[in-house]
């Protein structure tokens, strides 16, 4: 069914840059970068995720990590730090940059960090950088790894998308190809060609070729394609709302399948996959992927499910919950997943608690990264580099702790403190003020 993947990617690209569902990340060549736009002026301090205990049938009480998320002044996320708690694992950190494209802005690399504990650095482990055209889709993604010897970045392959326009600036054809730079060979291409009725902005058949060495070959075709729900530039409304699949044999074009979507109301949908059956001539349910939202436009509910003989099956579920607070900021975040292990259903999956200021809202992330964290009782954390003015620190019922510190330091000689989590808050010469969360814990090596 990866062709039939493509065939939906392509389609997206083709109609909009913002092709941004893992939905349709299934195809290899095709990750967009993403384009920053319509921002929420909310957003987190941290974010704490619990993992699913499948013995107690619960969260763990305790969480597995900690993410800091940190904003520039256009809400652009900037660094994301991952803590890991005790037997979690190095921390992380995630640094993004990004390039003005026309008036919005657009992410252009992800360079991604482990951190040492014996050097007390930040390691590179990999990075991606994108490139893109004239009409904002991606040309090239390309990917890096961290050569510790030269300590620089490596390149190791390129994802390369090249695009043809006809006269009306519409997408006529796309060629995906991906090379390895280490044997500087072409490790897959693959070609999509985009037909269109009359003046119609969006296609209305797509045919894929694939290359067998010498040239490209027909393979897979997308065709009586819909656009019942129209076309607007919203992905969530650009969804066509059927289309068929059919897959080349010699010289005859056998049919493969086909996907219809349902609205449920307002921005509810549900889609439909159907594989065609050769031998009942029949088509078949294999998945379904629902999608609901509340009043104001955010997605509190997405469920995908695989289908055989005409029955869900419950043992193989995603499901992603969200809940949202007045000023639609995002409070929590499940993702559970269901799963057969040794004839056994087996339930696993996380919960993410977003955490704002003590005012409950921030329009810029004020959070603080120190180390190490997790940490051992009366000894040092450090902090960012910065001109700490005051430094308050509460264990997690409210009490104050007293640490001694002085103004200018970076570095907080923590006393005799029992294990649990505590709240470093911080106040720099503009008044601007930080927290972070600690954990304090025995088990330290």
Same mark, same amino acid.
């Given at each position: 069914?990866?062709?039939?993947?493509?065939?939906?990617?392509?389609?997206?690209?083709?109609?909009?840059?913002?092709?941004?569902?893992?939905?349709?990340?299934?195809?290899?060549?095709?990750?967009?970068?993403?384009?920053?736009?319509?921002?929420?002026?909310?957003y987190p301090d941290s974010i704490e995720r619990s993992n699913y205990n499948i013995i107690t049938g619960s969260y763990e009480q305790s969480p597995s990590s900690t993410q800091y998320p940190q904003y520039d002044g256009q809400g652009n996320l900037i660094s994301e730090e991952t803590v890991n708690h005790a037997g979690g694992?190095?921390?992380?950190?995630?640094?993004?940059?990004?390039?003005?494209?026309?008036?919005?802005?657009?992410?252009?690399?992800?360079?991604?960090?482990?951190?040492?504990?014996?050097?007390?650095?930040?390691l590179g482990t990999n990075k991606t950088s994108y490139l893109w055209d004239r009409f904002g889709n991606d040309s090239a993604i390309q990917n890096y790894s961290y050569d510790t010897g030269n300590q620089n970045w490596k390149l190791g392959s390129v994802d390369i998308t090249s695009y043809m326009y006809d006269l009306q600036n519409r997408t006529s054809q796309i060629t995906y190809a991906e090379y390895n730079a280490g044997t500087q060979t072409y490790s897959y291409q693959e070609r999509v060609h985009f037909y269109y009725q009359g003046t119609d902005s969006v296609p209305s058949l797509l045919v894929i070729e694939d290359y067998d060495g010498s040239k490209f070959v027909e393979s897979y075709k997308a065709d009586n394609l819909k656009w019942g729900m129209g076309y607007t530039g919203n992905l969530d409304s650009n969804l066509p709302t059927y289309w068929m699949t059919y897959?080349?044999?010699?010289?005859?074009?056998?049919?493969?399948?086909?996907?219809?979507?349902?609205?449920?109301?307002?921005?509810?949908y549900q889609q439909f996959s159907y594989?065609? /059956?050769?031998?009942?001539?029949?088509? $078949?349910?294999? #998945?379904? !992927?629902?999608? &609901? +939202?509340?009043?104001?436009?955010?997605?509190?509910?997405?469920?995908?499910? /695989?289908?055989?003989?005409?029955?869900? $099956?419950?043992? #193989?579920? !995603?499901?992603? &919950? +969200?809940?949202?607070?007045?000023?639609?900021?995002?409070?929590?975040?499940?993702?559970?997943?269901?799963?057969?292990?040794?004839g056994n259903k087996i339930r696993s999956g996380?919960?993410?608690?977003?955490?704002?200021?003590?005012?409950?809202?921030?329009?810029?992330?004020?959070?603080?990264?120190?180390?190490?964290?997790?940490?051992?009782?009366?000894?040092?954390?450090?902090?960012?580099?910065?001109?700490?003015?005051n430094m308050e620190m509460f264990s997690i019922d409210g009490k104050k702790v007293d640490t001694g510190f002085s103004q200018g330091s970076t570095s907080v000689n923590l006393p005799s403190l029992k294990d649990g989590i505590y709240l470093i808050q911080v106040e720099d010469e503009n008044g601007n003020r930080f927290q972070a969360k600690i954990q304090v814990t025995s088990g330290m090596n």
């Open positions: 069914m990866k062709k039939v993947f493509l065939i939906l990617t392509a389609l997206f690209i083709s109609c909009t840059a913002m092709a941004q569902w893992n939905f349709f990340h299934t195809h290899r060549a095709l990750k967009p970068s993403v384009l920053v736009q319509n921002k929420n002026t909310i694992g190095n921390n992380t950190k995630v640094v993004y940059t990004y390039a003005a494209f026309g008036a919005d802005t657009r992410l252009k690399s992800r360079s991604q960090f482990t951190w040492d504990n014996l050097s007390s650095t930040w897959m080349k044999n010699g010289t005859v074009w056998d049919t493969a399948g086909l996907d219809s979507v349902t609205m449920l109301g307002g921005k509810d594989a065609y /059956d050769t031998v009942s001539h029949q088509f $078949d349910l294999t #998945y379904t !992927s629902k999608l &609901l +939202y509340d009043a104001v436009g955010n997605q509190i509910y997405s469920e995908d499910v /695989d289908w055989f003989n005409g029955v869900a $099956d419950t043992g #193989y579920v !995603s499901i992603d &919950l +969200y809940q949202y607070g007045t000023s639609n900021e995002v409070l929590t975040h499940e993702s559970i997943d269901y799963s057969y292990s040794s996380y919960k993410d608690v977003y955490y704002y200021d003590h005012t409950g809202l921030t329009t810029i992330s004020n959070n603080l990264a120190v180390y190490p964290n997790p940490c051992r009782s009366s000894s040092i954390v450090n902090l960012p580099e910065g001109k700490w003015k």
